[in-house]
């Protein structure tokens, strides 16, 4: 099982939880995530790939 966290450049980065068969798999989720604002790294290892994700909260909201 891989880190559920990494960090790249001082980033956390957060596992999104799928274990991809091959590159090109995490790839194709890795553009969709890019497409929602999301930063993207991919990982390989023992044969899998990985993709981690961040995204900077824009707003935040209190409620009291």
Known sequence: MPDFAKYFDTKKFMWDGVEHADRAA???AAEQYKANGFEVRL???EGKSYVYTRRVAT???VSG
């Open 43 to 45: 990982v390989e290892e």
């Open 26 to 28: 995490a790839e194709a």
């Open 59 to 61: 707003e935040t909201t």
